[in-house]
């Protein structure tokens, strides 16, 4: 677009909004513009994109159009690609944004953050219209660009909340657990509205219950956002995460809901045998599915220790951590003590006899 069609358009803007804020704000561009004042025109052109009046109908798109394309190269990449993200939100057909969004790609290359950006963006698209391939295939792509950037930014957050929303769709629970937390780990809780809260902490739940291979829920448990679920219908999903996180089996039945049972933590330590009728008793399997439950545990490396056949005992040397309760972190203050108590003894014992042995 030449120049003067450019401040044409400016000054079409400026009649259109008289003496208004926005009409003033019209005037302060056009005088940027003449200047050559890229920097200052950038910070006002992502004001203006972001304000109401601007979120309604193909305003951004005929800004885009008829005034930022004529300068774009002189814009920071990271600060274009901003613009056009508004800007394809408001075409009405996918087509056009990814049209958009591949031009402007091939334009920002030689900036790592806004071709992640861009990429992201594209993704984000092809996830929203069915083409899943395209949508993963552009993600592992972008995967690799983001790991080499220098600590975490508001790339990652856009990241990982597209590819959580990917493995969502695919019913991949274990891989949206984990880039869901991810997300939540690069954003203030804060942004979310209650009603996002609430859907996120709801679907995260389920993906730690549904997931294959996720036996700890510590982080999830850990993190604030599962406590939007406190007043809700879907309080029972918190329930019956602690439930799994304390081996409480008869909880999970409660809830009905019934899962592998962890009993080692609640054991003293020089205590650490437990027979299949222990076992079976507390996870509610029959004594003669208890080896193949036991075995299961040790090969996933939720346990370490051996299996006595012979005296159907299971000795225990190491359980995967998990996160503790206030009441759980009590009882294992007490048997810390009982612990500290019993070297205590031990200690005076061998001192007491220290001279028949040296004797």
Not at 13 to 40: A, I, P
Not at 100 to 119: G, P, Q
Not at 336 to 355: F, P, Y
Request: a negative charge; aromatic letters at 8%; charged letters at 25%.
């Amino acid at each position: 677009m030449a120049g003067s069609d450019v401040i044409g358009y400016l000054r079409q803007q400026q009649e259109r909004y008289g003496s208004t804020e926005e009409g003033e704000r019209w005037g302060n561009m056009e005088t940027m513009y003449s200047k050559r004042l890229w920097h200052q025109l950038t910070v006002e052109l992502l004001d203006l994109v972001q304000s109401p009046a601007f979120a309604t109908e193909d305003r951004i798109i005929k800004l885009y159009e008829n005034f930022i394309s004529d300068f774009e190269h002189r814009i920071n990449p990271l600060s274009l690609v901003e613009i056009i993200l508004l800007a394809v939100r408001q075409y009405s057909d996918p087509e056009s944004s990814l049209k958009l969004l591949e031009k402007t790609k091939e334009k920002v290359k030689s900036n790592d953050e806004a071709e992640i950006l861009c990429r992201t963006a594209i993704a984000a698209i092809n996830l929203k219209t069915g083409d899943h391939p395209a949508a993963k295939q552009t993600l592992d792509e972008v995967r690799v660009m983001l790991d080499k950037l220098p600590g975490v930014t508001s790339l990652h957050s856009r990241f990982y909340d597209t590819s959580s929303s990917y493995y969502q769709v695919m019913g991949e629970h274990a891989s949206y657990y984990r880039e869901a937390l991810r997300y939540l780990g690069c954003i203030d809780l804060a942004e979310l509205s209650v009603d996002a809260q609430q859907q996120k902490a709801f679907t995260l739940g389920l993906a730690a219950l549904l997931g294959e291979g996720i036996y700890n829920f510590g982080e999830l448990l850990m993190h604030p956002i599962l406590e939007s679920l406190r007043s809700t219908d879907n309080r029972w999903l918190i329930d019956t995460l602690y439930a799994f996180n304390s081996g409480d089996v008869e909880a999970f039945f409660i809830l009905k809901g019934c899962w592998d049972s962890q009993m080692v933590f609640t054991r003293p330590a020089h205590h650490r045998q437990i027979t299949f009728q222990e076992i079976s008793s507390q996870a509610k399997l029959p004594v003669n599915k208890v080896e193949l439950l036991v075995m299961k545990a040790l090969s996933n490396g939720l346990v370490k220790g051996s299996i006595d056949e012979v005296d159907s005992k299971v000795h225990m040397t190491w359980v995967q951590p998990r996160v503790m309760d206030l009441k759980q972190v009590s009882g294992m203050k007490d048997r810390l003590e009982i612990w500290c108590e019993d070297i205590r003894k031990t200690s005076l014992l061998v001192e007491n006899h220290a001279h028949e042995v040296l004797g």
